[in-house]
């Protein structure tokens, strides 16, 4: 077949533009979840009703795991004393992230760079019996890294940190099982949430003198790390000059769209911390013993989480994690009565839940405001006569109505499971909480 040179010739297909790769920092804005002002500092966000509503939804979902899985929850002050982090050995080994002291009377106070002084004290308040044994203490609590201004970054490098933090004081036989647990907690928690990890490290010392000077500290915590990451069967690498100055740890690491590493969850042993604050139990044989503290966080720094959540769902957060997780819509003033009922008994259940009225314009209008809240219920005469939701789920189903009691009970259940998906049909099961 020959061309024929006077026939125009076929435009090309358009280029496609690549979207944006998601930004925490300007979904965050656009959200209005949180935001910086320069009286208050760099690398100190403050959280906007949406985002605090987020923060404190996951707060509450670690603190029912932790319960569930043994944790008791303790809270601690933010300030120490200098000596308190002497004997640590975080003023030795870690004074450049911390804050300078603050001349308080005769005393020096610090703001505290990490939980585990506090917990250790909290052990140490009175005398232990193995039959205590695991005791297992969780916080999510605040702690201050004075990280350099060029690091500093939305949420993910900040210098307040609100960490789910915990530790667990156990005998030496009981630590590789307390770690697996751990890891196991961990796991289910990031399914829960939709996270996927690019992979575990075990974090090991480098060279300098960062590192508590003790190798066989650093080789037994080693072997009982190594051995926790082969019975939890995931692959791991070994990675030198990661590890804690007190012992090495194994990190759990995501990746943002660019594919930038950091890391969310850590499980660490730590024979030192028990050592230098003198702690004890009392054995089956009556002598006193020395017992390990297991650090371990489950979803990290609440801010650098709610960062990785913004990225991984673009504002469009499992209905359990939304901040609005339904809008009611009446067509006209007529359904507004009946919408406001209907928001009264959502707030019965728990549910975050808003009313968008015609004053805010048209009903489409108003579905494309709503467009990342999971579900919508338009309310219009048939509906508010009738006692019925019809809704609307964010990616485009629409149910047949249903009574409101039914409906809002069928949501409720979503949320309480922690589900990923947005419906469930009667009888099927449901996401996220195990």
């Given at each position: 077949?020959?061309?024929?040179?006077?026939?125009?010739?076929?435009?090309?297909?358009?280029?496609?533009?690549?979207?944006?790769?998601?930004?925490?920092?300007?979904?965050?804005?656009?959200?209005?979840?949180?935001?910086?002002?320069?009286?208050?500092?760099?690398?100190?966000?403050?959280?906007?009703?949406?985002?605090?509503?987020?923060?404190?939804?996951?707060?509450?979902?670690?603190?029912?795991?932790?319960?569930?899985?043994?944790?008791?929850?303790?809270?601690?002050?933010?300030?120490?004393?200098?000596?308190?982090?002497?004997?640590?050995?975080?003023?030795?080994?870690?004074?450049?992230?911390?804050?300078?002291?603050?001349?308080?009377?005769?005393?020096?106070?610090?703001?505290?760079?990490?939980?585990c002084?506090?917990?250790?004290?909290?052990?140490?308040?009175?005398a232990?019996?193995?039959?205590?044994?695991?005791?297992?203490?969780a916080?999510?609590?605040?702690?201050?890294?004075?990280?350099?201004?060029g690091?500093?970054?939305?949420?993910?490098?900040?210098?307040?940190?609100?960490?789910?933090?915990?530790?667990?004081?156990?005998?030496?036989?009981?630590?590789?099982?307390?770690?697996?647990?751990?890891?196991?907690?961990?796991?289910?928690?990031?399914?829960?949430?939709?996270?996927?990890?690019v992979?575990h490290?075990?974090?090991?010392?480098?060279?300098?003198?960062?590192?508590?000077?003790?190798?066989?500290?650093?080789?037994?915590?080693?072997?009982?790390?190594?051995e926790?990451?082969?019975?939890?069967?995931?692959?791991?690498?070994?990675a030198?000059g990661?590890?804690?100055?007190?012992?090495p740890?194994?990190?759990?690491?995501?990746?943002?769209?660019?594919?930038?590493?950091?890391?969310?969850?850590?499980v660490?042993?730590?024979?030192?911390?028990?050592?230098?604050f003198?702690?004890?139990?009392?054995?089956?044989d009556?002598?006193?013993?020395?017992?390990?503290?297991v650090?371990?966080?489950?979803?990290?720094?609440?801010?650098?989480?709610?960062a990785?959540?913004?990225?991984?769902?673009?504002?469009?957060?499992?209905?359990?994690l939304?901040?609005?997780?339904?809008?009611?819509?009446?067509?006209?003033?007529?359904?507004?009565?009946?919408?406001?009922?209907?928001?009264?008994?959502?707030?019965?259940?728990?549910?975050?839940?808003?009313?968008?009225?015609?004053?805010?314009?048209?009903?489409?209008?108003?579905?494309?405001?709503?467009?990342?809240?999971?579900?919508?219920?338009?309310?219009?005469?048939?509906?508010?006569?009738?006692?019925?939701?019809?809704?609307?789920?964010?990616?485009?189903?629409?149910?047949?109505?249903?009574?409101?009691?039914?409906?809002?009970?069928r949501?409720?259940?979503?949320?309480?499971?922690?589900?990923l998906?947005?419906?469930?049909?009667?009888?099927?099961?449901?996401?996220?909480r195990?």
């Amino acid at each position: 077949m020959t061309s024929n040179p006077g026939a125009p010739e076929a435009a090309s297909a358009p280029r496609a533009v690549p979207a944006p790769a998601p930004d925490h920092r300007r979904l965050g804005r656009e959200l209005e979840l949180f935001g910086t002002d320069p009286l208050i500092g760099s690398g100190l966000p403050y959280w906007l009703p949406d985002g605090a509503a987020i923060r404190h939804t996951l707060e509450e979902f670690i603190r029912d795991r932790e319960r569930r899985a043994g944790y008791r929850h303790v809270y601690s002050p933010v300030l120490g004393k200098r000596e308190l982090y002497e004997i640590s050995g975080h003023w030795r080994h870690y004074r450049d992230d911390m804050f300078p002291p603050m001349d308080l009377g005769a005393d020096q106070v610090v703001l505290r760079p990490s939980l585990c002084p506090h917990h250790a004290l909290i052990y140490r308040s009175r005398a232990r019996s193995h039959r205590e044994l695991p005791l297992r203490i969780a916080e999510l609590g605040g702690m201050y890294r004075s990280e350099p201004s060029g690091v500093l970054g939305g949420l993910t490098r900040v210098r307040a940190i609100q960490l789910n933090d915990a530790h667990v004081f156990c005998t030496p036989e009981q630590a590789a099982d307390e770690a697996v647990a751990a890891l196991e907690l961990i796991a289910g928690a990031h399914r829960a949430l939709g996270i996927r990890p690019v992979r575990h490290r075990l974090s090991l010392p480098g060279a300098g003198g960062k590192y508590v000077a003790d190798p066989a500290l650093w080789e037994r915590a080693t072997a009982l790390l190594t051995e926790v990451l082969r019975r939890s069967g995931v692959p791991f690498e070994a990675a030198e000059g990661e590890a804690a100055f007190y012992g090495p740890k194994i990190d759990i690491q995501i990746a943002d769209a660019a594919g930038r590493e950091s890391t969310l969850s850590t499980v660490q042993i730590d024979f030192h911390q028990p050592e230098r604050f003198g702690l004890r139990y009392t054995g089956p044989d009556g002598a006193k013993h020395r017992p390990v503290m297991v650090h371990r966080s489950v979803i990290g720094s609440v801010e650098r989480v709610v960062a990785h959540l913004i990225e991984l769902y673009r504002g469009a957060f499992p209905a359990w994690l939304a901040p609005t997780q339904l809008v009611l819509l009446p067509l006209s003033e007529g359904e507004r009565e009946r919408a406001e009922r209907v928001r009264g008994r959502c707030l019965d259940l728990g549910l975050r839940v808003e009313v968008a009225g015609p004053e805010r314009g048209g009903l489409g209008a108003r579905i494309r405001e709503a467009r990342l809240v999971p579900y919508q219920a338009v309310i219009g005469p048939r509906e508010a006569a009738d006692g019925l939701l019809a809704l609307r789920l964010r990616d485009g189903r629409r149910i047949d109505p249903l009574p409101v009691a039914e409906a809002l009970a069928r949501i409720g259940a979503l949320v309480d499971a922690c589900a990923l998906e947005l419906w469930d049909e009667p009888g099927s099961p449901g996401g996220g909480r195990e």
